[in-house]
């Protein structure tokens, strides 16, 4: 399994290379830019999410090109060590992403005057409970198009994968009023951002949708066209 984890980032070691550049970049306007105190963290939190899941599946095209599952699946290695590891990528690209937030954070703060606010452990355990229900959302509906090959069955699959990912990134569009839609101190405002120390319920749904999601890799009836 550990084998994969690296096979896959040497498929990627390029864009992943770029991608965290774009990261410490985007961190480094964040610090300098961003002065509003309650904006800053959910910004970064979001920004985190983004970049981790854009980074792992911006070349999901050319993975089915190269038929990565169909290599792996010829290898001597067990459907389930695969589908742990296609869980456990994500996760390993965003360790990097956060070591890429706090070198940044030590980078900037000798050359600014005022003291940088970085993420709780409790925001950095809800943010991860997120990533790993979205990815995990992301893999169902990639091994469920696999299973249900007709329009109506693919059309709920990704009506479901979309709702998830939205329901994701939404709140903290409305905790940082985006584009002075949400309004500002409002109650939904107050209540999200408790939610953001509240990781509990956010991991215990992102390790059980993972859990299913290497479950139903694992039972899929073909390999080919992925």
């Known amino acids: 399994m550990w084998r994969l984890l690296k096979a896959e980032s040497g498929y990627d070691r390029l864009r992943m290379g770029t991608f965290f550049f774009f990261c410490a970049a985007v961190f480094l306007t964040i610090w300098f830019g961003v002065r509003w105190e ?31 599952d169909r290599l792996h699946v010829l290898l001597p290695v067990t459907l389930w060590s695969i589908g742990i590891a296609h869980m456990l990528y994500p996760i390993f690209v965003l360790l990097c ?7 940044s954070a030590l980078v900037v703060q000798p050359f600014i005057s005022y003291s940088l606010t970085m993420p709780s452990l409790l925001h950095i355990l809800t943010l991860t409970g997120l990533v790993l229900t979205v990815n995990a959302v992301i893999l169902l509906y990639r091994d ?27 709140p903290f569009y409305v905790i940082t009023n985006f584009f002075g839609l949400f309004g500002e101190s409002k109650p939904a405002q107050t209540f999200l951002t408790r939610m953001l120390e509240s990781p509990t ?19 899929r009836k073909s390999y080919v066209d992925s």
């Open 38 to 68: 309650r904006n800053r963290i959910p910004l970064t939190l979001l920004m985190i999410m983004t970049l981790t899941l854009s980074a792992v599946y911006a070349g999901e095209k050319n993975r089915i090109i190269q038929k990565r």
């Open 97 to 103: 992403v956060y070591l890429l937030l706090f070198l």
């Open 144 to 170: 469920l198009r696999m299973t249900f090959t007709k329009k109506h069955q693919r059309f709920f699959v990704f009506l479901f994968w979309f709702l998830v990912y939205l329901g994701a990134l939404l």
């Open 201 to 219: 319920g956010f991991l215990v749904i992102g390790i059980f949708l993972s859990v299913v999601s290497v479950i139903v890799f694992a039972k």
